[in-house]
């Protein structure tokens, strides 16, 4: 007797193997990845960001040079993994008009302070107490890094814990891009 | 020294006026700044309730207690006490974290097919059992049946499910 046909059965078999391939990404997948973002390829969002160490630093008068903006916290596993790369790269690229920031989000103060002493950041580094830089920016999560061209365009969005590989290619693209601008942002 | 009586019940009457009128105009006032404050909160729960929380799961900004949702909660407020509309905050957060912060899809584009195939699924599913149902009671479902049961598996097996009732009966007896 032939309840299914041959071809019925393969259709079922394939939707199955394609549900537990979905299942198995979704549990198992590196998530690690390029997200999708709107803000990328617009100007960047223009912030103050009141630092540590009680300066002030505003993002357009970094007109000329790339940026890195990195956002984390604390508490945040994967920012610890990524700290030693992000020191790494800025030690790289602080004479090559690159500037790194990082953002501290979701956090208290003493707690992203002794982060800093214990993992690193010796770049620019303050907090975002009120999540407006973060809103602005679309930041869903941390660590996510976003590449800010000469010109002050976000060229790219990452999510996830960076390598110093990973900043080489990204920060090269955004230090490429040159958009006419000098040294001096004019 | 003449008294102006007219005069008199004119300032008592202004009196009596101004001390009924000023607390009803306060209280106006207040009930006016309190409507005004209830209808911004108001507002942020209603805009609150359309954005999804980027970092929870199945969770709005209004259900949310995560900090990036109490702060996306004070942004709206800010955004509405300087004057901007729904359509132009949620448009600020959909310019930010994409269409997926929405709670609903618009129904634009290819969006439609999300709206529609629910809809599409139950009909042709409904139709389709339908069409199961009326076959399978139709002569030609009937004959296919009996022709299923003359088959040498199905006989056999009724043939061992009777020598089954049987022994199960003599067992009880």
Known sequence: ?????????????????????????????????????????????????????????????????????????????????????????????????????????????????????????????????????????????????????????????????????????????????????TKDGN | MVIDLKMIRKINMFRKAFAFTTPAFIILALLTLNSIADNIDDQVRKISYLLMCPVCQGQTVAESNSELATQMRAIIKQKLEEGESKEEIIAYFVNRYGETILGAPPTKGANWLIWILPALALVFGGAGIAIFLHKSKSEKGKEKAKEMLNEPRVQAESKYLEKLDEELKEFES
């Open chain 1, 1 to 181: 007797m032939k309840i299914l046909s041959i071809v019925t059965k393969l259709s079922v078999l394939l939707a199955i193997l394609l549900l537990l391939s979905l299942l198995g990404y979704a549990i198992f997948g590196n998530r690690v990845f390029l997200k999708f973002s709107p803000i990328v390829g617009q100007q960047a969002g223009d912030f103050t960001l009141e630092l540590f160490n009680g300066e002030k630093m505003k993002l357009s008068d970094l007109r000329g040079k790339a940026v890195l903006l990195n956002f984390w916290a604390s508490w945040c596993i994967p920012c610890r993994d990524e700290a030693p790369a992000l020191d790494a790269s800025w030690k790289k690229y602080r004479d090559k008009q690159a500037v790194f920031i990082g953002v501290n989000v979701w956090d208290d103060k003493d707690s992203a302070l002794l982060y800093l002493k214990k993992f690193g950041g010796a770049y620019e580094n303050g907090m975002d107490p009120k999540g407006e830089i973060a809103v602005e920016y679309g930041v869903g999560g941390v660590p996510e890094t976003y590449f800010i061209d000469t010109s002050g365009k976000i060229v790219d969005k990452y999510t996830g814990p960076l390598t110093e590989e990973i900043i080489d290619y990204f920060l090269g693209k955004a230090l490429s891009t040159n958009h006419g601008i």
